[in-house]
């Protein structure tokens, strides 16, 4: 009895200690967790004040971006009959209320891109639903040496109601354009040979394109594509937007949407 009360005493003495160890470790361990946990928390704060930081300037960037790749428009002049009294090779209805007018050349990359990747689009969204009249003119720059023969070939082509199937040709084979390719191309579609031949030879075509060279040139337009978008009013093309380059498809569109939506008194202005 007297061995085992002590024994019975160490026992309690070494449970009490071994429970205060496990308390004053929990305390411990308790009080790291929250010190971590602040400090954490504080991490936190900061990262959240340096992400802020971060989207405002990554907002910035953006706005500094977008702004610097926006097209300058430049507004000319109305045009009196701006499609050569309906003379022109041309797409959409008369009534359309909407036009654009492009000046383009073969031998140029930048023309193909946009054949490409927007004009597609403007015809399947505003020129087959009527709302847009679509007239096309030629600019061969001097640098571009079949461009010129290239420009007669399609307007050859006018006559014989083949324009936009031998301008796709002409744009999908840019690197063999020539007499080879148009007479090639033009038996493709069908053309009556005889006559697509003398029109070749035909000056008043030449002249023609020389006149919508003139044309462009005094509208300031000096590169292609270049494009006159505008609303029409009596046959006249009102205030156009001068738009310069392969622009994308929503470029035209925002133009486009916007000169719809402005009374007709604005589009004159």
Known sequence: MSTFIPKYIVLLIA?????????????????????ELSALKQEVSELKKQLATIGSQVKDIHNIATASQQPKHKTLTTQENFDNNDALAKLGEA??????V????????????YVDTTFTKLKANF????????VARDFPLGF???AKGAAVAANCSLQQGAYWPMREQLFNNMRQLGDELYQSSAEQLELDMDQFAKCLEDE??????????SYGSSLGIRGTPSFLIGKVEDG??????????????????AVLNELAAAPAQEAGE
Do not use: W
Not at 15 to 35: I, M, Y
Not at 237 to 253: H, K
């Open 204 to 213: 008043a075509v030449l002249a023609k394109v020389e006149q919508d060279m």
């Open 102 to 113: 492009e000046f383009s050349d073969y031998q140029c990359p930048y023309c193909k891109r």
């Open 127 to 134: 020129i087959d639903k009527g709302k847009l009249k679509y």
């Open 236 to 253: 006249h093309l009102i205030n156009p937007t001068l738009l310069v380059g392969a622009q994308s498809y929503e470029t035209f569109a």
């Open 15 to 35: 449970l009490f200690l071994l429970n205060g160890c496990d308390a004053e470790a929990k305390n411990t361990e308790q009080s790291k967790v929250e010190q």
């Open 144 to 146: 571009h040496k079949q």
């Open 95 to 100: 009534s359309a209320g909407l036009a654009i």
